[in-house]
């Protein structure tokens, strides 16, 4: 059972009611859910490949501003030189699925990960939610990621408010 109060702050960062939070993976320094862990399959049937995945608007935010400056390109450049990490975002891609595979398994999405693992990088946000539900060292572009950033909840405050009466819907 997820806390009423962490639905409200998720629905408050997405701006849209969240769909079928199984669990919160991972907190923002200001106690805001940051990463829940979604189902494979959502309630109304669609299958839904991305088990991790990030709520906090300034930390989607900061990792938008290096997808657009071309970051993935350069990772998926490093990919195609470096046996090593293409050994270690291997490994990535088949926790990522083991993981997902205790929470169902859902035929359409089998052997699919999330973010392009684990031949290409195409969302650095999944491979965030990764690095920040199961620690460093899993998921090396999570991390890196993570500290090219650094303290994206410092300055300004990250919390969103959410209104003590939508924290009871």
Not at 132 to 160: K, Q, R, Y
Request: hydrophobic letters at 40%.
């Amino acid at each position: 059972m997820i806390d009423p109060a962490d639905i409200a702050a998720v629905r408050a960062q997405l701006g849209r009611p969240p769909r079928d939070i199984v669990a919160i993976a991972n907190r923002c320094a200001c106690g805001q859910p940051c990463v829940v862990t979604t189902p494979p399959r959502l309630a109304d049937g669609t299958p839904f490949p991305t088990t991790y995945y990030l709520t906090c608007p300034k930390l989607t935010g900061a990792i938008g501003t290096l997808e657009g400056a071309g970051l993935m390109k350069e990772m998926e450049n490093r990919l195609s030189e470096s046996a090593e990490l293409r050994d270690q975002y291997q490994r990535a891609h088949e926790s990522y699925l083991a993981f997902r595979a205790t929470l169902g398994v859902v035929p359409e999405v089998e052997g699919i990960s999330a973010g392009g693992m684990p031949d290409r990088v195409k969302c650095l946000h999944v491979l965030v939610g990764q690095s920040l539900a199961c620690g460093p060292g899993v998921n090396p572009f999570g991390d890196e990621v993570l500290e090219l950033i650094g303290s994206w909840w410092s300055g300004d405050a990250c919390s969103v408010h959410v209104p003590d009466d939508a924290k009871h819907v």
